[in-house]
């Protein structure tokens, strides 16, 4: 049997999976197929551990008065990216005096700017209501969202970082 014949006989295998099994061999087959034919990028392994959830984190953090560098990204796993993504961060504030400050990698996203006000805490702001800072990272930026109470309140910031392999 010649090396192209066992090629073939393999994804013909593959693709047989991927149309007819369960959602954990498909994904490995998706993968496998990806390994065999060389069409993967190199960061292929990490986005394909990603490939049916992309990530995304909700967060609630009560700040105390005056508390400086808040960050609630800090015990993230993928707070450094580990492909290019579209990063969307979603977050808003119950007072008007949070300031943040967005970083990816070395690149100042916004620079410490008042957070919109007004929210509920516990509630996860969405784009229809809130703006939404988003940006092209890098695969091994370090994504950074630092948060600065300012009016001697202990407000609440809710908010959401999306992160899509691109």
């Known amino acids: 049997m010649s090396a ?3 090629c073939t006989a393999v ?4 693709l047989s999976l991927m149309m007819t099994s369960s959602a954990p061999t498909q ?3 998706k993968i496998t197929w990806r390994r065999l034919t060389h069409r993967q990028p190199t960061w292929a392994a ?3 551990a990603v490939d049916f959830a992309d990530p995304i984190l909700p967060w609630s953090v009560a700040l105390t008065a005056n508390q400086v560098d808040e ?3 800090a015990q993230w796993q993928y707070r450094r990216l580990p492909f290019r993504a579209h990063v969307r961060v979603c977050q808003r504030a119950t007072t008007g005096g ?3 400050t967005i970083y990816s990698g070395a690149e100042t996203i916004q620079q410490r700017a008042p957070e919109q006000g007004g929210g509920t805490a516990g509630v996860t702001p969405v ?5 939404v800072k988003e940006w092209v990272g890098q695969a091994g930026d370090e994504i950074i969202v630092s948060n600065d109470e300012t009016l001697a309140g202990t407000p609440t910031v809710d908010g959401i970082v999306y992160v899509d392999p691109i």
């Open 4 to 6: 192209a014949a066992a």
């Open 11 to 14: 994804l013909v295998l593959m």
């Open 27 to 29: 994904r490995l087959a």
């Open 46 to 48: 990490a986005a394909a």
């Open 71 to 73: 960050r609630p990204l």
């Open 98 to 100: 949070v300031k943040t």
């Open 127 to 131: 784009h229809f209501t809130t703006p």
